[in-house]
């Protein structure tokens, strides 16, 4: 495993949290799809607990509306401090990616609310994308967690699952 250096992610993760929401939204959705097939969890449906829990949040999600769907990713990057978010704060980091992947599949798949076909990335997020795209595969996944873990709330006292 290659030895992953903090400081060589930090300048692109300071880049993303400078987008706006929906930027920051779309341009999480252009990753994933960059990605392709690269990430896949090991074994879906391995059933561990915070399997369980990623897929019992995403469940939560699924059942609203879409506009509904569209404002609980929207509190997430913002860091509000709704039911969801506290639930996602108490998640640990790679619970909170299977999250995620969860949410990009299930735009896939037609039940989470989908992209406009038509939206364009800013040139700005243009940039953070090439430069994602840029990095090797274990930068990306440090990128990642380090995108995700502040998202969401603070969880009440909880230890993280
Ligand atoms: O109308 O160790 C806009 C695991 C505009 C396994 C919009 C893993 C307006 C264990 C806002 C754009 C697999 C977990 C609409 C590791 C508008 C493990 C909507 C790795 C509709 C390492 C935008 C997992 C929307 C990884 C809805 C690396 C955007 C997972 C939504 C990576 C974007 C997951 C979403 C990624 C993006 C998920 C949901 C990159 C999700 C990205």
Not at 39 to 59: H, K, M, Q, R, Y
Not at 75 to 90: A, F, P
């Amino acid at each position: 495993m290659t030895f992953v250096n903090d400081e060589t992610i930090t300048p692109h993760v300071k880049a993303f949290q400078s987008l706006g929401v929906d930027e920051q939204l779309a341009l999480f959705w252009f990753v994933y799809k960059a990605m392709g097939s690269s990430v896949t969890p090991a074994a879906p449906g391995a059933g561990t607990a915070s399997d369980e829990i990623a897929e019992g949040l995403f469940n939560q999600v699924k059942a609203k509306s879409q506009e509904e769907q569209l404002q609980i990713q929207r509190d997430l990057v913002e860091r509000k401090s709704t039911t969801i978010d506290r639930e996602y704060g108490s998640l640990g980091d790679t619970t909170k990616l299977l999250f995620w992947y969860l949410l990009a599949q299930g735009m896939e798949h037609g039940t989470i609310i989908p992209m406009p076909f038509d939206y364009k990335l800013s040139s700005e997020a243009e940039d953070v994308l090439n430069q994602i795209k840029g990095l090797e595969f274990n930068q990306q996944i440090t990128f990642f967690r380090d995108i995700v873990g502040p998202m969401g709330a603070e969880a009440a006292g909880g230890a993280e699952i």
